[in-house]
C-alpha cells in the first residue's frame, strides 16, 4: 500500500518535471525565433570579414570591429538625425502627457454636463475607422501653414508631433488613474481654498506618477519609431529621424548591408536600454489599457 | 456635488474649468482625429488634388470604384479591388495570432525561473519600429538569408537555386504575415496574460478537484473568463490587418506582381503618388466600411465580450 502511493507521488513527480522541460523547450523555441533576426543584424553590422549571406549563417562576429559603424556615419548625417529624433520624441512626450493629464483631470473628478459624451467620443475614435486620416492631416497641416519654409524646422517637427499629442490611450490611462485618488482628499483641497489647477498640480500628478511614467514611456516609443508620417510631412531630409532616415539609407545603399545593419543598430538601442530598465511600466501600461 | 438643475454660479464655474483643463486636448483631436473622419467623408465625394478646392461629384467616385453608372463600361477598379481581397487575405492573421498569444500567455502564466526574461524576449519585437523590422525581415528571408537556409536543410527548397520568399508571388503575402505575427505576438501575450491573472484562480482549481480534464477547465472556465479580453484583442487585431500598410511598405512595396498590394496601399498610391484625394478618400471609406463589418464579426463571435 505503502509502496503504491510512493510510486504514485513519484509518477507525479515525473510528470511534472516533464511537462516543465516541454514547457521551456516550446519557451526557448519561441524566443530563439524572436531573437534571433536581432542577433544576425548585430553579428553582421560588427562583422567585416567574408560574405553577408551564408550557409549557415554566422551566430558570431570572426573579425569584430566598429568599421561598418564609421561607415555609416560617414554615409548619412546619422548624428542629426538622432538629435532630431531625441527633439520629436522629448516634445512629442513632454505635451502629449501634459494634454492627457489635463484633460483627465475633470473627465474623473469633476461633474459636468457633455462628460460622458466627450469621454465616449474620445474613446469610439480608437475603433472608429479612419482610413482617410492620412490624407485629411496632410491637407490640414498644409493648410495650416506649418510646411512653408520660412517656419524652417520647427514648423515641420511642430506637423510630426502634432496629431501624436491627444493620445486616446494616454487619456484614457491618466482617468483610471485619477479615479483610484479618493475624491474626499480633492474636497479637503478644495475646502482650503486650493484652486483646481494647484489640485491637479499637488496632488493628482504625483498620485498619478506610475502611470504616468507608462504613458511617457509609451508614447516615447512610438514616436521614435514612427516613420510614415515623418516621410510624408519632412521637405528637408536633413530633418528626418533615425526611423526615416534609416529607411532612406535602405533605399539609398541598398547593397551596403553592413551599414544599413549598423544603422539599425543604432535606431534600436535607445528603445531597448528605455525597456530593460522601464521594463515594470511599460507592461503595466499596456495591461491598464484593456482592463477598466 | 451639484448635478445638473442648480444652475448657480459654482456650477457655471465647475463646467468653465472643467473645458479650460480639456482644452488643448479636444482643440488638437478635433483638428487631427475628429475633423479627419468628417472631411475625409465629405471628400470621398468630391474631386480634390490639393490645388484647387474640392469640387462635388456626388457618387461618382464611388462608380469608379465598383464600375457601375457613369462607370458601368470599364468594370470596378481593378487594383482596388485586388488590394481588398488581399486584405482580407490578410485578416487570416488574426485569429493565427490570438489563439498563439493565448497558448504563449498560458505558458508564461507560471512561476518558474527565468519566466520574467522570456516574457521580456517576447516583448522586443513589439518595441521595435517597422523600420527596423522590415529591414531585418528583408535580410532574415534573403535568397541566402537565415530563412532560406533552414528551408534548405528540411528540403523543401533546392539549395542549387534558392529564391527568397519575398519575391515568390506565390509565398511573399505569406511571409510578410509571418513577420506580423511575429511582431504581435509579445504585445497580445501581455494583455492576455493580463487576462487570464484576472480570472479567479479558485474557480479552475475546484474544476480540477471536480475530476473535470485539463481542457475541459481551459475549454468551460478559462476560455469563457478570458472573452473580455479576447474581444478587444481580436477587434484591434482585425482592424490593423485590414488596414496593413507599414509592414508592405518597408517590406514589399506591393509586390511582386502586385502579391503585397492591400487595400491601403491602393488609397496611399492614389493620394499620395496619383495625387487624387477625393478618389483615395472613397476608397477609405469602403475599407472603413468593410472593417466595421468585421468589427462586428468579431462582437458576434465573442458574445459581445460577456465574461459568462
Known amino acids: 500500500?505503502?509502496?503504491?502511493?510512493?510510486?504514485?507521488?513519484?509518477?507525479?513527480?515525473?510528470?511534472?518535471?516533464?511537462?516543465?522541460?516541454?514547457?521551456?523547450?516550446?519557451?526557448?523555441?519561441?524566443?530563439?525565433?524572436?531573437?534571433?533576426?536581432?542577433?544576425?543584424?548585430?553579428?553582421?553590422?560588427?562583422?567585416?570579414?567574408?560574405?553577408?549571406?551564408?550557409?549557415?549563417?554566422?551566430?558570431?562576429?570572426?573579425?569584430?570591429?566598429?568599421?561598418?559603424?564609421?561607415?555609416?556615419?560617414?554615409?548619412?548625417?546619422?548624428?542629426?538625425?538622432f538629435l532630431n529624433s531625441l527633439i520629436l520624441s522629448f516634445f512629442g512626450v513632454f505635451l502629449s502627457v501634459l494634454?492627457?493629464?489635463?484633460?483627465?483631470?475633470?473627465?474623473?473628478?469633476?461633474?459636468?454636463?457633455?462628460?460622458?459624451?466627450?469621454?465616449?467620443?474620445?474613446?469610439a475614435t480608437l475603433v472608429l475607422p479612419n482610413e482617410a486620416g492620412l490624407i485629411v492631416n496632410y491637407v490640414t497641416t498644409a493648410k495650416l501653414g506649418l510646411l512653408k519654409p520660412e517656419l524652417g524646422a520647427v514648423g515641420q517637427f511642430a506637423a510630426i508631433i502634432l496629431p501624436a499629442l491627444p493620445s486616446t490611450v494616454g487619456l484614457f490611462l491618466m482617468r483610471q488613474a485619477y479615479l483610484s485618488v479618493p475624491s474626499e482628499l480633492l474636497e479637503a483641497a478644495r475646502m482650503d481654498g486650493a484652486s483646481e489647477l494647484l489640485i491637479w498640480r499637488r496632488i493628482m500628478l504625483p498620485l498619478a506618477m506610475p502611470t504616468i511614467a507608462a504613458f511617457g514611456i509609451l508614447q516615447f516609443v512610438a514616436i521614435w519609431n514612427s516613420f510614415l508620417w515623418p516621410v510624408i510631412i519632412l521637405r528637408d531630409r536633413e530633418l528626418y529621424p533615425l526611423a526615416a532616415g534609416l529607411l532612406d539609407l535602405a533605399g539609398t545603399f541598398a547593397t551596403n548591408t553592413r551599414a544599413i545593419s549598423a544603422g539599425a543598430v543604432i535606431q534600436i538601442i535607445p528603445i531597448l536600454i528605455l525597456f530593460f530598465v522601464f521594463q515594470r511600466y511599460f507592461m503595466r501600461g499596456l495591461e491598464g489599457a484593456v482592463k477598466g | 456635488m451639484n448635478l445638473g438643475g442648480q444652475r448657480n454660479p459654482r456650477w457655471a464655474r465647475t463646467l468653465l474649468i472643467a473645458y479650460g483643463f480639456m482644452l488643448p486636448l479636444l482643440g488638437v483631436k478635433a483638428v487631427y482625429t475628429f475633423w479627419p473622419i468628417l472631411f475625409g467623408t465629405y471628400l470621398a465625394f468630391t474631386e480634390y488634388n490639393l490645388i484647387s478646392p474640392p469640387r462635388w461629384v456626388g457618387l461618382r467616385n464611388f462608380e469608379e470604384l465598383f464600375g457601375v453608372g457613369a462607370f458601368g463600361g470599364r468594370g470596378p477598379d481593378r487594383d482596388f479591388w485586388y488590394g481588398l481581397i488581399n486584405s482580407l487575405k490578410y485578416v487570416l492573421v488574426v485569429p493565427l495570432i490570438q489563439i498563439l498569444s493565448i497558448g504563449l500567455a498560458m505558458l508564461v502564466n507560471r512561476q518558474i525561473p527565468l519566466i520574467g526574461l522570456f516574457r521580456t524576449a517576447y516583448y522586443v519585437p513589439v518595441v521595435t519600429s517597422f523600420a527596423v523590422v522590415g529591414l531585418m525581415w528583408g535580410w532574415m528571408y534573403n535568397a541566402f538569408g537565415p530563412v532560406n537556409f533552414i528551408l534548405t536543410r528540411l528540403h523543401l527548397l533546392n539549395p542549387e537555386n534558392p529564391s527568397s520568399l519575398l519575391s515568390n508571388p506565390a509565398t511573399a503575402l505569406l511571409a510578410v504575415m509571418f513577420v506580423t505575427l511575429w511582431k504581435g505576438l509579445g504585445y497580445y501575450m501581455v494583455l492576455y496574460l493580463a487576462g487570464l491573472q484576472s480570472i479567479d484562480r479558485s474557480l479552475e482549481e475546484a474544476a480540477l478537484m471536480d475530476g473535470a480534464s485539463r481542457w475541459q477547465v481551459f475549454r468551460h472556465v478559462t476560455l469563457p473568463g478570458l472573452r473580455p479580453t479576447i474581444l478587444v484583442c481580436s477587434l484591434l487585431s482585425t482592424i490593423?490587418?485590414?488596414?496593413?500598410?507599414?509592414?508592405?511598405?518597408?517590406?514589399?512595396?506591393?509586390?511582386?506582381?502586385?502579391?503585397?498590394?492591400?487595400?491601403?496601399?491602393?488609397?496611399?498610391?492614389?493620394?499620395?503618388?496619383?495625387?487624387?484625394?477625393?478618389?483615395?478618400?472613397?476608397a477609405g471609406l469602403v475599407v472603413a466600411g468593410v472593417s466595421l463589418g468585421l468589427g462586428l464579426l468579431n462582437f458576434r463571435l465573442t458574445r459581445g465580450g460577456q465574461a459568462s
Not at chain 2, 517590406?251 to 484625394?277: I, K
Open chain 1, 1 to 81: 500500500m505503502k509502496n503504491l502511493e510512493a510510486s504514485r507521488v513519484r509518477r507525479k513527480r515525473w510528470r511534472a518535471a516533464l511537462t516543465n522541460l516541454l514547457v521551456y523547450a516550446v519557451l526557448i523555441a519561441v524566443a530563439v525565433v524572436s531573437l534571433y533576426p536581432f542577433l544576425w543584424t548585430l553579428v553582421t553590422s560588427l562583422e567585416t570579414q567574408g560574405g553577408i549571406f551564408e550557409f549557415p549563417p554566422k551566430l558570431l562576429p570572426q573579425a569584430p570591429s566598429w568599421r561598418n559603424y564609421a561607415a555609416v556615419l560617414e554615409l548619412v548625417p546619422l548624428a542629426r538625425q
Open chain 1, 99 to 123: 494634454f492627457c493629464t489635463l484633460a483627465a483631470y475633470p473627465l474623473a473628478k469633476m461633474e459636468f454636463p457633455g462628460r460622458n459624451f466627450i469621454f465616449y467620443a474620445i474613446l
Open chain 2, 240 to 282: 490593423s490587418a485590414i488596414k496593413v500598410f507599414d509592414e508592405i511598405f518597408v517590406m514589399t512595396g506591393g509586390g511582386p506582381a502586385g502579391s503585397t498590394y492591400t487595400a491601403m496601399f491602393f488609397v496611399y498610391s492614389a493620394a499620395f503618388q496619383n495625387f487624387r484625394y477625393g478618389y483615395a478618400a472613397a
